[in-house]
């Protein structure tokens, strides 16, 4: 069996036709009424559910905005459209993923996106990064790809803590090998489906490619930052004990080094920036 190398060429053919979750009629709306901003802040109101959602997260404190934003006009205005549709998209592909019926039980799985897409913003805001809300979806976009493997192969959940054992080989490498395909390819092509940004689908797609995580962050730019934070949140949040049932993770201690060099961070630095996440979040320290 030839591995998938490529998210464009190749693919399985289970991932044709209508496999993959496709955005709602309320997004096809709000994108036909864009630039609009008061026409799509009523779409988006005609959804409770929705609205109620983006206000609860814009409005958390690990957005620390100071001031209670109480409607999304007030959101949009105050945020600008693209903020607001980061979140929108986020709380609407969590929404399409969990009306599906799956082998397990995955409440473990959505609580760690969320714990993930909040520690992401925990973690940029710590670093002064500003793009929180590019920050929050791509958190919890990332692992799109993990129910949908999930739903073609009921086995999964197996296959994948096996690979979080493995500590020389990465991850999506122990899935292409049994499945030809693995859950960062499918969360790109979810993204791209999407129509999220290049840059978002790309981190998506390498965020377990240990040779760019230790040889390809040299130089200081968004998207390489954004992979730093997403890595750390994946770590701080303990991917590896919920997602892969396994006490050791290894993908960090692989990719810890380059971590910190990009940062310039001593490990007395990482433990206060861990620290204040634990602290922000709520967390035991382990």
């Known amino acids: 069996m030839s591995l998938l190398v490529s998210p464009d060429e190749n693919l399985p053919e289970f991932l044709s036709g209508s496999f993959l979750p496709s955005p709602p009629e309320i997004m096809q709306k709000i994108r036909i009424a864009t630039p609009d901003l008061d026409q799509i802040s009523k ?57 599906d019926d799956y082998a397990t039980d ?18 940029a805001n710590y670093l002064n990064f500003q793009a929180t ?17 999930l739903k073609q192969f009921p086995e999964y959940m197996a296959a ?22 693995n859950h960062a390819v499918i969360g790109y092509i979810i993204a791209k ?32 930052t954004m992979m730093v934070i997403l890595k750390i949140s994946e770590h701080i949040s303990r991917t590896h004990q919920i997602l892969g049932k396994h006490e050791i993770d290894h993908e960090w201690g692989n990719i810890k080094p380059s971590i910190l060099d990009y940062l310039g961070y001593s490990e007395p630095d990482f433990d206060e920036l861990e620290d204040f996440v634990y602290d922000t979040m709520g967390l035991v320290t382990t």
């Open 133 to 149: 809300d590019d920050i929050y979806l791509l958190g919890l976009f990332h692992n799109a790809g993990v129910p949908m493997m």
């Open 43 to 99: 779409i988006i109101n005609t959804d409770m559910g929705l609205s109620a959602s983006v206000l609860k997260t814009i409005n958390s404190p690990f957005y620390g905005i100071k001031n209670k934003i109480v409607s999304i006009p007030q959101a949009v205005a105050l945020l600008g459209l693209d903020s607001v549709m980061n979140i929108i998209n986020a709380h609407l592909l969590l929404t399409v993923l969990k009306s």
């Open 106 to 123: 995955l409440d473990d799985f959505w609580q760690l996106s969320n714990d993930i897409a909040e520690t992401c913003v925990v973690v």
């Open 193 to 224: 489906g999407w129509e999220l940004p290049q840059e978002l689908r790309t981190i998506i797609r390498d965020h377990h490619n240990i040779e760019h995580l230790t040889n390809g962050l040299s130089e200081e730019n968004t998207a390489n």
């Open 160 to 181: 994948i803590q096996e690979a979080y054992e493995q500590p020389e080989i990465r991850i999506t490498d122990v899935e292409n090998n049994e499945y030809n395909c």
